[in-house]
């Protein structure tokens, strides 16, 4: 069974500074889908990021990136220039590849923004 | 606006009472899910349907139904409710290609007493 570990239950960064939130996760599959979401306390999902599994290239959007550790299992988000806004629970997912499978979410990261 | 819609968005119902979380989702989308979300246990698989006319159970299918009605919509019915099920409850739907996130409803919050 695949497993999501987010070792972090809190976190907090200064504004403006950079922050990391740790992601493992356990799969015997070599071809996944790995995800971090993004809950305000309007209570929304959003979707933060996504990495394909096949590609070595961490991806990229705006502030926020992926450090992404195939052999390690890890998947780690980097928020640049925190901003207040920024403040949430975050969420590491994963999917396998086969189509229509559920996503396996990890425990969540709760990121306080300090002004 | 394409989304996903839930209703309703808050409930109270007392111990023994049952009730359906309605989902709708104006995408095409093929798969839907019902997940709940508890402190500190991020969110768990209630039931999924991967397609039109089929369900599945996930990791926490006890005490819950789900009806697939058709393509749009996918409604979670709790037949007799127990304060284990207080929860916040998330309905998603997702393209069948895994490289597509979910796009989630809002949310239910269900309090049972």
């Known amino acids: 069974a695949q497993t999501v570990t987010q070792s972090q239950p809190e976190m907090s960064v200064q504004e403006a500074e950079t922050v990391t939130l740790s992601c493992t996760y356990d799969?015997?599959?070599?071809?996944?889908?790995l995800f971090w979401y993004k809950q305000p306390p309007s209570r929304q999902m959003i979707l933060v990021i996504r990495q394909e599994a096949y590609k070595q290239q961490n991806a990229t959007e705006n502030r926020f990136s992926v450090n992404f550790q195939k052999a390690a299992k890890s998947f780690s988000l980097k928020i640049s220039d925190s901003q207040l806004g920024d403040a949430a629970m975050y969420f590491c997912a994963y999917r396998k590849r086969n189509t229509g499978n559920q996503f396996y979410f990890g425990t969540g990261t709760s990121l306080t923004v300090i002004p | 606006n394409a989304g996903v819609t839930q209703t309703p968005k808050f409930q109270v119902l007392k111990t023994g009472q049952s009730m359906t979380l309605q989902c709708a989702q104006d995408?095409?989308?093929?798969?839907m899910y019902w997940y709940r979300q508890d402190p500190g246990m991020g969110l768990r698989l209630i039931y999924y349907s991967a397609s039109e006319g089929t369900t599945d159970k996930g990791e926490v299918p006890n005490g819950y139904n789900v009806s697939r009605l058709n393509k749009r919509e996918f409604s979670l019915r709790l037949e007799s409710a127990a304060p284990s099920q207080t929860s916040v409850y998330f309905c998603a739907s997702s393209e069948h290609a895994a490289n597509y996130g979910y796009t989630f409803g809002s949310g239910t919050r269900l309090t049972v007493v």
């Open positions: 799969t015997s599959e070599s071809d996944y889908y």
């Open positions: 995408m095409n989308h093929n798969s």
